[in-house]
């Protein structure tokens, strides 16, 4: 999953890219709104998490009050921009939660925060942005749990890397779907973070070895795909 931070405290930042990445997240980190506008007018994120106090950022910015995390959120929305948003500010009064909330964010969590509550509401808000009432996602007879990054083939545990689970789990998402070399790359790399060439057909190599060769479909040239061989 690909994450877009949006934090000016780099303690914080640092901090929480630190912990989500051996969570299986790619997270791309930017300190103000003008670098947050410019990250989600130019790549797509499978979520965003947005601090509110913020400075504008970028050569002339305006200053004006309303140019905080809450006008980035309405930008978005006015835009008819799904892009699921987690609110994390230190502003903890009822009417701020209310007007985040009501501004179009699908969470709202107050700093200071324990990070398993953080992944636990990242993974409810990906779950209802996915369509997946049930937390454990399945095909045929894999069963994937994002909260304990536990997966099963039938009743057989199997181990994965945090790249290979992250694979995996895009896969699982949109079952039968044909995902592209570049659509896996997004979901398994932030930026600055060196892509090798055969980087996704190595996990997939280690995915078949691991579930069984017959479970992840290939497109040549174009993408992968998990098979319904368990249907019958």
């Known amino acids: 999953m ?5 934090e000016d405290d780099r303690m914080i930042g640092e901090a929480l890219r630190a912990a989500l990445r051996p969570e299986g997240f790619a997270v791309d980190w930017v300190r103000d709104l003008a670098a947050a506008r410019a990250a989600l007018g130019s790549e797509r994120f499978d979520l965003v998490l947005l601090d509110l106090g913020l400075p504008p950022g970028g050569p002339g910015a305006a200053t004006a009050p309303e140019a905080d995390g809450l006008s980035l959120l309405r930008e978005l929305r006015q835009r008819s921009d799904t892009t699921p948003v987690i609110v994390l500010t230190a502003r903890d009064g009822p009417g701020d939660r209310v007007r985040g909330l009501d501004t179009g964010a699908d969470d709202y969590l107050v700093k200071p925060f324990e990070f398993d509550e953080l992944t636990a509401r990242i993974r409810a808000v990906l779950r209802r942005q996915g369509g997946h009432a049930q937390p454990v996602l399945r095909h045929g007879a894999i069963t994937l749990d994002p909260a304990t990054r536990q997966v099963q083939v039938g009743s057989e545990p199997v181990l994965l890397s945090a790249r290979e689970f992250a694979v995996l789990e895009a896969l699982m998402q949109r079952p039968g779907a044909l995902l592209s070399r570049a659509q896996l790359e997004d979901k398994l790399y932030g930026w600055g973070e060196e892509i090798e060439s055969n980087a996704v057909s190595v996990y997939v190599h280690q995915l078949r070895r ?8 290939t497109v040549r040239g174009v993408g992968y795909f998990l098979t319904p061989v368990d249907a019958a």
């Open 2 to 6: 690909r994450l877009l931070l949006v």
């Open 210 to 217: 691991k579930l069984g060769a017959e479970r992840i479909g």
